[in-house]
């Protein structure tokens, strides 16, 4: 004596096709989110370790630069306004950077390795690069100044751009699901016009009987959506472990993981609720008109 | 609050491209009152029943039931004045994919009774027309006769203050058809108005209520028909 379900609505072809679409928009939407929130958190990484705005390179021509040449331009450096702080960076690491480009063989003293300074800007300054560069070339004309703000511009810009169309392609992929939910529902209104006639002549308020559609969307969108949203965690598991595999840079750190696994746990959810509200509104609008 | 449970004023009605099957019906329901509804087949009998239960819009004319006017309503408040009425529909309209119980307890489940409520009443009442062991089975598996009797108890199992009821007797034989007769009586005793759509001369014959009677588009009330005939 089940009586919740007034409607035959299982075995509407609605009942068939629904859940297929909405597992496979849950899937491609919770990826596609995942990889918007991936890019941001990649990006601000990024930005955070990305101190060094300019860098100056002294080449050396004969041996070692000298130390005095070194210290002139820091001294230089360090007086001019707008500049937080200019390091040179130690031989060492240049090596090792030689190292990891050229092979373990060189021998880096062979090699007349230029100086090269770090500078990070105070962001609150314009440095006035034209009157640097010509302090720079009276020390010494071989100095080369390279502002790398403008490529971190662009690359930044490419990620907001991503960002952008992951974020769109995630709400479309949304609205796919809403919308079928919204279809199926008028479908099955027309399909069960007869029962629902019934109901309302016996009594039944337009919003008895939006309850049993949104019940059973619902119970559709909660069952279809966390599968969609399982196999997305599992491909984004997957694609974790092969790009470790592969050696690629990608970090998947715990803030990451947690942010990344509340998408996967609250997908479905939000999915189902978004789902059962298509529904009624789908039903009330329609017994209203 | 106005004594009537329905007034109809100057109310005519016609089908799409159909000829007028009422014009200027003007007549008045009162509380507890019991009237048959006679006239010949097509006259329009479910059609002024359908017009009452606000399943069909009249072309003309005005319509007040329970006091309220359903034509000026808004469609979402409609379900409160049809919670009011009790309706046996000449082709029953019972839902095939629910059990007889689940048919006859519908109306209170609409109104938010406690399943378990509506259950036991649904019992009761089907075990007083006689469907106490089709309570299980599906209205497909069930005669003409019993599935009236089941659209009969669905339609009383709310106590309405209307009961409208189409051919209620049709597949009955004449014995259940005065038993039925009497639950409507036992109804009507406890307030509730009674319209019976009927072509049973012998309903007609055995029971002294006045009739609604369909001539030539227009309804005449006879008080008393043994009287009129
Ligand atoms: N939905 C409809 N569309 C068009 N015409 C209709 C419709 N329903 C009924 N009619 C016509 O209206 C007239 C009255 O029909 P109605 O069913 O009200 O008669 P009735 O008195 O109940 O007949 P019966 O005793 O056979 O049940 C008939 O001529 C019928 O053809
Ligand atoms: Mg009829």
């Given at each position: 004596m089940n009586n919740q379900q007034d409607l035959p609505l299982k075995k509407d072809i609605a009942a068939r096709f629904v859940p297929k679409v909405v597992a496979l928009m849950v899937y491609l939407g919770t990826l596609c989110f995942v990889f918007t929130l991936f890019m941001i958190h990649s990006t601000k990484l990024w930005e955070g370790q990305l101190s060094t705005q300019l860098t100056l390179e002294i080449p050396t021509t004969h041996g070692h630069p000298s130390a005095d040449l070194q210290s002139r331009v820091l001294h230089l450096l360090n007086r001019?306004?707008?500049?937080q702080s200019a390091t040179a960076v130690p031989q060492k690491e240049i090596a090792s950077l030689l190292h990891s480009l050229?092979?373990?063989?060189?021998?880096?003293?062979?090699l007349s390795l230029p100086i090269i300074i770090d500078i990070s800007l105070n962001n609150n300054e314009i440095v006035d690069i034209p009157s640097l560069e010509t302090h720079l070339k009276n020390i010494s004309s071989d100095i080369q100044l390279t502002d790398h703000r403008s490529w971190q511009a662009h690359v930044s810009d490419v990620i907001h751009m991503s960002v952008l169309i992951a974020l769109v392609v995630t709400a479309l992929v949304l609205f796919v699901a809403l919308a079928t939910t919204t279809f199926a529902t008028r479908t099955s209104l027309l399909i069960h016009r007869q029962v629902i006639e019934v109901l309302s002549l016996i009594g039944a308020t337009p919003s008895y009987i939006a309850k049993q559609f949104q019940m059973n969307a619902l119970k559709q969108g909660l069952f279809s959506s966390t599968i969609g949203s399982l196999f997305a965690f599992l491909t984004f598991m997957g694609v974790g472990v092969l790009l470790e595999k592969i050696g690629l840079p990608f970090s998947i750190d715990s803030t990451f993981f947690s942010q990344a696994l509340c998408v996967f746990v609250l997908a479905p959810f939000l999915t189902a609720l978004l789902m059962m509200l298509s529904a009624r509104f789908a039903v009330l609008i329609t017994l209203r008109s | 609050m106005s004594e009537y449970i329905a007034q109809l004023v100057d109310l005519g009605h016609q089908y799409?491209?159909?000829?007028?099957?009422?014009?200027g019906v003007t007549f008045n329901i009162e509380k507890g009152s019991f009237h048959f509804l006679t006239g010949p087949?097509?006259?329009g009998k479910s059609s002024l029943l359908r017009i009452l239960y606000l399943g069909l819009k009249p072309t003309w004319g005005n319509i007040r039931l329970f006091g309220e006017d359903p034509l000026r309503m808004k469609p979402a408040t409609l379900p409160l004045l049809r919670q009011r009425l009790g309706v046996v529909f000449q082709e029953f309209k019972?839902?095939?994919?629910?059990?007889i119980i689940d048919n006859v307890s519908l109306p209170l489940r609409v109104r938010g009774v406690e399943a378990k409520r509506g259950y036991k009443q649904a019992q009761e009442l089907l075990d007083w027309v006689g469907l106490g062991d089709c309570l299980?089975?599906?209205?497909?598996?069930?005669s003409g006769g019993q599935k009236q009797r089941a659209a009969i108890a669905r339609a009383v199992i709310t106590r309405p203050q209307l009961l409208l009821a189409d051919?209620?007797?049709?597949?009955?034989d004449d014995e259940l058809a005065m038993k039925l007769l009497h639950l409507f009586e036992e109804l009507n005793k406890m307030g509730t108005a009674v319209i019976i759509a009927t072509h049973n001369p012998r309903l007609l014959e055995r029971s002294p209520y006045p009739q609604l009677q369909i001539k030539e588009a227009t309804i005449n009330v006879i008080p008393n028909h043994r009287i009129g005939e």
């Open positions: 001019t306004p707008g500049i050229l092979g373990e063989k060189v021998d880096e003293t062979l | 799409d491209e159909g000829s007028e099957i009422f014009k087949s097509g006259s019972l839902l095939d994919h629910l059990k299980m089975s599906y209205p497909s598996a069930l051919e209620p007797t049709g597949n009955v």
